[in-house]
């Protein structure tokens, strides 16, 4: 295994490191894998957290990249002096990580993964990019709903240490309450989930079923003690139901983990739980022959 | 600015190298030492804001992450207070090396700034330093980082005695702390320092420090040019400083570049 420094884009203004599996795999045969920012932290990831999976995945021959999107950690804004799309911006760059890997080392396929907005963006790109045929979303996605609020904390209210944590300003409760005064002032809202790219019930929808019709396989892992985020399964859960059973989108709930997945095992059961995921993808040929 | 590995190929250490973009070129290079741990993420943005403010100087500058940290070859269970300081030598030797200057300048936070200043004690090269929220005793560092930890699990997790323990390892938000990283860290008192670290230094001090009265009196013992600036508002840096990963303490980063510059004539 092998990392390296990248200079991507078309101005050489993104930054990334290449993690390259021993020379005994045909990379070739894998789609690589590319990790998206998390949030407004750098390429590492939280708790050096996206180190961890590339060097995973490079030991079991992937070729992974993990790189900053312009704005973020090392990367620049490709022209300071021109009004900046992020929107489009996201999805441009990630383009240009596929481009360079399809140049390079001639992978035609990828898979997208990101905790936070990372999964979010890597949704939204593989909406936009059929070479995409896989995307872990790790905690992607949030939006505050009554129904979630009430379900969270229903069994909060009764314990001794909820009650120590709001009486002494410590709990995210205030944070929620917050939210979902925010929520029901449906014009806020409406502007918040355009500045933060959030879809709304119907487009998440719509962009799914995009996405299954491709065949692209998805997998939606959520933390069960990270209440802000934990929410977006009740709104596709129904989908995912009725979706066939080879297509099926993967949802897993990691119990008593942050939003970060702070705590060593904690981020030891998510690599597995990512690694095992990406194990049980259809061969690259496979996904060729299906869609 | 230039993305680069570095040092063995056995133990490579990731960095950033900036050329200077300014009409003339200063006579010492920058070597940007980070802190550790969770300060490391939240601090990373600030470096790289400092690093294109030295370059707009006229600096060389080189940031660049430890073994076993960030970017950098090793995992974090690698992580080794001695070897952090090789790291910082190899960093200094690299920086001569592209830049064909003979000086170097350090620049560290809270524990990057006390590796600038142990291992500008073991070298005659190193210029001047730049000390801002010094850790001044590791073992106290210690204890604060255990503090911090068991009350983010008091406050994140069902059951924080969980928090506390993983395969015999301590964890610190996130990180392992392992025997070697925590002897390491205790063995480490700045007011035990012996010999001159750098012929200039500059304390900053921004959040609390209980012994920065003690340690300027040490420093000032042992060179010939002091300087100690309070700069407040900045206080959660230290306190809590993944509270907001976009504010930059940029008065701060704009009197090390301007401390350094006039250090460097």
Known sequence: ?291 | MNPIYFGTSEMPLFGTYYLPQANLTRSTGVVLCYPMGEEYMWMHRAYRQLATLFTRAGFHVLRFDYYGCGDSGGESEEADINQWLEDISTAIDEIKDSSALAKVSLVGFRLGATLSALAGSERNDVDSIVLWDPVVSGKDYVEELLKMHQEWAENNLPDPNFASKNNGCIEIMGFPLTSRLGSGLEGINLLNIEKQIANKIYMIESGKMKTNGLLNHHLKSLTKAFDFRHIPGSKNWTESPGLDPLSVPSEILQSIVSWTTEASL
């Open chain 1, 1 to 291: 295994m092998k990392e390296k420094t990248v200079l991507l884009g078309k101005s050489k203004s993104l930054v990334g490191i290449i993690t390259i599996p021993a020379p005994e795999f045909d990379v070739r045969e894998r789609p690589a894998i590319i990790l998206l920012n998390s949030g407004l932290l750098h390429r590492v990831g939280p708790n050096r957290l996206y180190v961890k999976l590339a060097r995973k995945f490079a030991t079991e021959g992937f070729v992974v990249l993990r790189f900053d999107l312009s704005g973020i950690g090392d990367s620049k804004i490709p022209n300071e002096s021109q009004a900046y799309d992020e929107s489009t911006g996201i999805i441009n760059d990630t383009r240009d990580v596929m481009d360079y890997l399809s140049e390079t080392k001639s992978i035609r396929q990828f898979i997208l993964m990101g905790l936070c907005s990372g999964g979010s963006n890597a949704f939204r790109v593989a909406c936009n990019d059929e070479r995409v045929i896989g995307v872990n979303l790790i905690e992607g996605f949030a939006f505050p709903s009554t129904a979630y609020f009430a379900s969270s904390y229903s069994g909060s209210f009764l314990s001794f240490k909820s009650w120590r944590r709001l009486l002494t300003g410590k709990s995210e409760i205030w944070g929620l309450i917050r939210g979902l005064i925010k929520f029901h002032l449906s014009k806020q809202t409406r502007q918040l989930t355009e500045n933060l790219h959030v879809p709304s019930k119907e487009e998440l929808l719509a962009n799914l079923d995009i996405l299954l019709n491709r065949n692209v396989r998805l997998c939606f892992i959520y933390s069960k003690g990270s209440s802000a985020y934990y929410n977006y399964q009740d709104i596709f859960e129904e989908k995912i139901r009725q979706t066939p059973d080879s297509r099926r989108p993967l949802v897993e709930v990691l119990e008593d983990t942050d939003h970060l997945f702070t705590l060593l095992c904690h981020q030891e059961a998510l690599i597995n739980l990512v690694k095992d995921w990406v194990d049980h993808l259809p061969q690259p040929r496979e996904v060729t022959e299906i869609a």
